[in-house]
């Protein structure tokens, strides 16, 4: 068991399925009180249940991260089950890959309100609280597609851009007490290619997801930042399948 993990109280968004149920399951495997967020509150509750039973301690609340009252509310419930917030993992997301001349600006604005302003909401729902406790960690999950931009991904890569840079810019401002750190998983086996509705970028990401490496992968990852000493702030990690040239 990792001891820098045992008993730190996480909070997880995007906590139904992919990276985000991987790393639930990991980090309460390790001792962490895990606190799950996501719309689809059946599957947290089937989770959080699965967890429980296996002497974890684990709770679950409904949330969209697109609201800024829900994450506060999210955060609010976290402090009244266990009393702190030690990491907050901001990983909802979605990923509508199209090209920009096909004018899906709904779509546009969906990135951008769940992969950036999401972000933004788990920062200012997380950051007074971390404050007060003099102690705290955020995980702001990015993507390769924060490093390099591909046809169909213009918007979706602009999202995880934005988040590098204001997970850079929380860093340089918080000072020694509050780490942050951004995952940045390259292709991984996730929901996230359901939510693509344009048929041609479809077939391209189903290609292109062959040689996806498992969520808890991008879960370990998660799990060793966390155990690091708190003098220690591990960045960036931008993990890849072997087999994967980008």
């Not at 220690?232 to 931008?238: G, K, L, T």
């Amino acid at each position: 068991m990792t001891t820098n993990i045992q008993g730190k109280v996480v909070a997880i968004t995007g906590a139904s399925s992919g990276i985000g149920e991987a790393t639930a399951r990991l980090l309460a495997q390790q001792g962490a009180k895990v606190v799950l967020g996501a719309r689809r509150t059946d599957r947290l509750e089937a989770l959080a249940g699965e967890l429980k039973a296996k002497g974890a301690q684990a709770c679950f609340r409904a949330l969209d991260v697109t609201k800024r009252e829900d994450m506060e509310a999210f955060v609010d419930f976290t402090l009244k089950q266990y009393g702190r917030l030690d990491v907050l993992i901001n990983n909802a997301g979605v990923m509508p890959l199209s090209r920009l001349d096909q004018l899906k600006v709904d779509e546009w604005n969906r990135m951008i309100d769940v992969n950036i302003r999401g972000v933004l909401h788990g920062i200012a729902a997380g950051l007074p609280v971390m404050k007060r406790q003099n102690s705290g960690q955020f995980i702001n999950l990015s993507s390769i597609g924060g490093h390099a931009v591909s046809p169909t991904a213009a918007v979706y890569c602009a999202t995880k851009f934005a988040v590098l840079a204001l997970s850079e810019g929380l860093r340089q401002e918080v000072g020694a007490d509050i780490r942050v750190t951004v995952i940045s998983p390259g292709v991984t086996v996730s929901e996230l290619a359901e939510s693509i509705s344009d048929s041609e970028a479809r077939e391209v990401m189903r290609d292109f997801r062959k040689g996806a490496i498992p969520a808890e992968a991008i879960a370990r990852s998660i799990a060793y930042a966390i155990s690091q000493p708190a003098d220690v702030d591990v960045s960036e990690i931008i993990i890849r399948p072997t087999s994967s040239p980008y």
